[in-house]
DNA sequence: GCCGATGCGGAGCGGATGCTCCGGTTCGCC
DNA sequence: GGCGAACCGGAGCATCCGCTCCGCATCGGC
């Protein structure tokens, strides 16, 4: 049976012939526009104004991404993996693995925290794990716990290092522009929670790392504004 | 100046009589739907589904509230309130300050959890701090920090205990269908770096209780979504 | 019971927004 | 350079939603 599929070229169709030169730039632009204003408005903001931001004809931008949703879930996914990187090297420089995971947080809530659409989307750490961004979130997270485990108290999984990360990006949201000060506050109790001293380790999570049932129905786009299909 | 004004019964505009017996069972069905309605779908839902629900027209809803924004911030004054108040009530059956300050998170965490409109509004927190149901949920909390100062560790101010309920509140939200002890356990780690224990101090809070700024235009209705003035 | 002030209901207005349609343009293989 | 497929742009459609308007019903002081 597999032996019968031709080969076909690098992907799946071979007739369709590479996309031409213009295309590609205007999608890339797309991307890259569409990155700044969700990052600015967050998902709500009006498809008509990434096409503006980007130079780009409406029918353009439909054309490489069908639905808005396929838009915002290319930009956030470049985001998270973008964010996930940022904060693996700011921790890569710390002198010691407790430090290391300090610093990711403050890179990690520093760097990201005016990026509306991602603040607003971290439900899909839970409701979409296998989004590449999110994966690459949560490998950078298990290695540091790895490495700081002698320091956390047993029992810190790497799913609570990853909703204190979520946890403390809405504390981010709402203090950064007015109080800063505040939120730092917050992240030093939390990481002061989290080392071993001597308190009882936590209760094991009864179901470690197990397949996350997808909440009710996220969707990326216009959060709460339900699709409208045409 | 102040004598001329003639003193008019019991308050303000004295020539407006009473409201009719009708149209105060109408405000009152009108803001017990839309306090379910809101905890169900947020503060996004159409007002129309709240009228439906209350039973009255579109042209009642708009005597009684002229605004949506006056609707929903009514009812999360209540709603704020009710919270503040069961929360209370869960904290004074326990047996010490510490479990009191415990058993207001679990119970505020838990009985909130599912009030949409709540979790989407704790910005009201920073940015109308004055709102009456803010105000009773911060007194409850301050007193239970007074209480339990002893086992704070020092430093911890209102603020950030309060902050806390609203970075766990976030938590909640994502977690609670799906896994309610991955946030119970976020909820342990934070308490656990709020105890005293041997640790040194928080450094004092720059400005401890001093008037907010508040943010660039946070509205209680249909986030990110502009006010259309007709 | 009369009657006017007060209250009621819901069709409809205007604007925002996701998405489509199609005539005109441009690229790139030959 | 020629030509057809791929691509572009933006006017326009359908829908949603906050809010208004106005003819009609109801309450309650007399």
Redesign the interface.
């Known amino acids: 049976m597999l032996g019968r599929m031709t080969v076909t070229g690098p992907q799946s169709t071979p007739r369709r012939r590479a996309p031409r030169a213009d295309a590609v730039l205007n999608r890339e632009s797309i991307i890259e526009a569409a990155s700044q204003v969700l990052a600015e408005?967050?998902t709500?903001v009006d498809v008509r104004e990434i096409a503006r931001r980007s130079g780009v004809g409406m029918g353009t931008l439909y054309r490489h991404f069908p639905k808005k949703e396929d838009l915002v879930r290319t930009v956030l996914h470049n985001d998270f993996s973008k964010w996930a990187e940022s904060a693996r090297r700011a921790a890569s420089d710390a002198e010691d693995p407790w430090a290391a995971l300090a610093d990711f947080y403050q890179q990690a809530l520093t760097g990201y925290a005016r990026h509306c659409a991602i603040m607003e989307n971290?439900?899909l750490?839970?409701s979409e794990p296998d989004l590449e961004g999110i994966r690459q979130l949560r490998l950078v997270i298990e290695e540091l716990r790895a490495h700081a485990s002698a320091l956390l108290r047993p029992g810190?999984t790497t799913?609570?290092l990853l909703?204190?990360l979520?946890?403390?990006g809405?504390?981010v949201q709402?203090?950064d522009?007015?109080?800063p000060?505040?939120?730092q506050?917050?992240l030093?109790?939390?990481?002061?929670?989290?080392r071993t001293?001597?308190?009882e380790p936590?209760?094991a999570?009864?179901?470690p790392d197990a397949g996350?049932?997808p909440?009710?129905s996220h969707t990326l786009a216009a959060?709460?504004?339900p699709s409208q299909s045409g």
């Open positions: 408005q967050g709500a971290f439900a750490t839970w810190v799913d609570d909703l204190l979520v946890s403390l809405h504390a709402f203090t522009a007015c109080r000060q505040m939120w506050r917050l030093r109790i939390s990481l002061d929670g989290l001293d001597h308190r936590l209760p999570a009864t179901s996350i049932q909440s009710d959060r709460s504004r």
